[in-house]
C-alpha cells in the first residue's frame, strides 16, 4: 500500500433479514412416511418443526423476501446494492444463477449478481467474496449475501435419513463499511472434494440427465450417506474452533457466541460440551427449523442478535460445514445490525375472537413493526419481528380497542351474581335484558349475571317490564309466588 493511499475499509454486517414459508411439517407429519415414530425423530435429531416452501415457489422466492428485509434493517435502497450473492445447493434451474431470478424479483439493477456453491457452508464462503469485493473495489459500498434451500423438492419422503432433517428458508446479511474494529476477520475456508459422494443430488447435471431411469431410481433427491457425515462433521467441527482461537490468541470464554452449521441439534450440544462452549454460547435453531443448508448459519446470527445474545462489541465465532465437503471459519465483532425475522404467524389455539377485532387469516398476518427503521414495510403471508442494537425483538401491534358494548333497553335494575346462571336466564326474553357492560363484574356470563327489575318493587308486570317475566306470566308482580324463603313476600321474583 502506497503511503498517499487510504487505509482498506472494514467491512460488517449492517442488517440481517431471515423469511420461513408459511407451511410446515412436524414430526408426525413425516413419521408415518419415514417408518419411524414421532418420538424417535425428536431423540435423534432434535428437530421438531421444518418450514416447507409452497409449490409454486422456488428458491429464489424465498431469498428475495429475505433480501428485502435484510435491505430494509439495514436502512439502505436497493438500488444501492452494488453485489448481490447467493449461496444455495437448490437453484431455480441449472442456469442462469438463481442470484439473477433474486435481482429480478427485487429490482436491485444496479448490483452484480452471482451464484457461490459450496452445499452447507456457501453462505460464508459467499460472505469471504463479498467481503474482499468491497474492500478491493473503490466504488462498491454495500453487498447482499443471501443463503437459501428449498430442499423439499428433493426429498423422498420415505427416507428417514433425509426426510426427517431437511427443510426450507432463507437468511441474508447486507455488508458494508463499519468502524474500526469491527466487522470481518480471518476467514479460514477449505475442501476436499474426495468426500463429495457423501451427499449429493445424483442426477440432473450432466453427468446423468434426466431421463426415465433416473427418474425411476429417485436418483433427482438427495442421497446422503448419514455416517460418514457424522464422523466429518466430528472431525471438523472442533478443529475449526480449536484452529480459530489458536490463530487470534483467544479462548473459548472470550467469545459470546458461536454460530454453526445446524445438521442436527442433538449432535451439535453434545459437541458443544465435548469442545467446552460455556453453555448459552453455542446458537442452536435446527430444533425450530430443521436443516436449511446454506441459510442455516445466517438464520443462526439473525436468531442470536433477536435473542439478545450478541451485544455490540461482541465477539462471533463462525463455523460452517458442508457437503464437497466444505467447512470455513472466520471471526466477526458485532456492531448491533437490526434484524428483520419474517415467519408465519398462526391464530392462538382455543382463543376465540371477540366478534367486533378483525380476525386475521391464519396464513396472514401481515403486520410488520419497523420502529428502528421509521418506515413501513408489508410482506405477504408473514410477521416481521425487528431487532435493533440493544437486542430486544419487536412486537406486533396490538388488535384494535374493543367497540363499546351496545346500549340495552330493558329497563334499569338491581344487579345479582350468581355461580351459574339462574333458571330465569333461560328464556330468551330475560336473555335479552343481559349486558355484560353494566354487569358488576363484567367478564364471561359464566361468573358474571345482570338480572333488571324496574325501581318499584311493587309494580306489577307491565308491557315495560314484561321481558324481565317468564312468557307465561301475566298475573300482577306481588301475586307471583315466591320461591325464595329468604325474600319478602312483597318482593318476590316473576321466575
Request: glycine share 10%; aromatic share 4%; proline share 10%.
Amino acid at each position: 500500500m502506497s503511503p498517499n493511499s487510504s487505509p482498506l475499509p472494514h467491512i460488517g454486517v449492517l442488517g440481517m433479514g431471515t423469511y420461513l414459508p408459511h407451511d410446515t411439517r412436524t414430526n408426525q407429519d413425516v413419521a408415518a412416511a419415514a417408518g419411524v415414530t414421532a418420538e424417535w425423530i425428536a431423540q435423534r435429531t432434535g428437530v421438531h418443526t421444518r418450514h416447507v416452501a409452497d409449490p409454486d415457489q422456488a428458491a429464489s422466492d424465498l431469498a428475495a423476501n429475505a433480501v428485502r428485509a435484510a435491505v430494509a434493517a439495514a436502512g439502505i435502497d436497493v438500488d444501492q446494492l452494488d453485489v448481490l450473492i447467493a449461496a444455495t445447493s437448490t437453484p431455480d434451474e441449472l442456469g442462469p444463477s438463481t442470484a439473477c431470478r433474486i435481482q429480478a424479483l427485487i429490482g436491485a439493477r444496479h448490483a452484480v449478481a452471482l451464484d457461490v456453491s459450496a452445499a452447507c457452508a456457501g453462505w460464508l464462503f459467499a460472505a469471504r467474496v463479498a467481503h474482499d469485493w468491497l474492500r478491493g473495489s473503490g466504488g462498491a459500498r454495500y453487498a447482499a449475501v443471501v443463503g437459501v434451500e428449498a430442499y423439499s423438492k428433493f426429498l423422498d419422503p420415505t427416507d428417514r435419513g433425509t426426510a426427517v432433517l431437511f427443510a426450507d428458508g432463507a437468511a441474508a446479511a447486507v455488508l458494508g463499511p463499519v468502524h474500526d474494529g469491527a466487522g470481518f476477520a480471518d476467514f479460514r475456508l477449505g475442501s476436499d472434494g474426495t468426500g463429495a459422494h457423501h451427499v449429493l443430488i445424483p442426477a440432473g447435471g450432466s453427468r446423468a440427465p434426466a431421463s426415465p431411469a433416473t427418474l425411476g431410481a429417485h436418483r433427482h433427491h438427495i442421497h446422503m450417506d448419514g455416517r460418514a457425515v457424522r464422523d466429518f462433521i466430528v472431525e471438523i467441527f472442533p478443529r475449526l474452533v480449536r484452529e480459530s482461537l489458536a490463530a487470534n490468541d483467544l479462548r473459548l470464554e472470550d467469545i459470546d457466541a458461536v454460530i454453526t452449521h445446524q445438521p442436527n441439534p442433538v449432535l451439535l450440544r453434545s459437541l458443544g460440551e465435548r469442545i467446552g462452549i460455556p453453555p448459552g454460547r453455542l446458537v442452536i435453531v435446527g430444533d425450530e427449523v430443521g436443516n436449511i443448508g446454506a441459510a442455516s448459519a445466517p438464520y443462526a446470527l439473525a436468531g442470536a442478535a433477536a435473542r439478545g445474545l450478541l451485544p455490540p462489541g461482541g465477539r462471533i465465532l463462525l463455523a460452517v460445514f458442508g457437503a464437497g465437503v466444505t467447512w470455513g471459519s472466520a471471526l466477526l465483532t458485532w456492531t448491533g445490525a437490526p434484524t428483520i425475522r419474517i415467519a408465519p404467524t398462526r391464530a392462538a389455539p382455543h382463543t376465540p375472537t371477540p366478534p367486533h377485532v378483525h380476525q386475521p387469516h391464519p396464513r396472514l398476518a401481515e403486520e410488520f413493526l419497523m420502529t428502528s427503521l421509521h418506515a413501513p414495510f408489508r410482506l405477504d403471508g408473514a410477521r416481521a419481528l425487528v431487532t435493533g442494537a440493544s437486542g430486544a425483538s419487536g412486537r406486533p401491534p396490538p388488535w384494535p380497542s374493543p367497540a363499546p358494548a351496545p346500549t340495552s333497553h330493558c329497563p334499569r335494575g338491581v344487579r345479582a351474581r350468581s355461580r351459574r346462571p339462574p333458571r330465569w336466564w333461560r328464556t330468551r326474553a330475560a336473555r335479552r335484558c343481559w349486558s355484560p357492560a353494566t354487569s358488576r363484574n363484567p367478564g364471561p356470563p359464566r361468573r358474571s349475571w345482570t338480572r333488571r327489575r324496574p325501581r318499584s318493587a311493587v309494580s306489577t308486570c307491565s308491557s315495560t317490564t314484561r321481558a324481565c317475566c317468564p312468557p307465561r306470566t301475566t298475573a300482577p308482580r306481588s301475586s307471583c309466588p315466591s320461591r325464595s324463603p329468604r325474600r319478602p313476600t312483597g318482593t318476590a321474583s316473576c321466575r
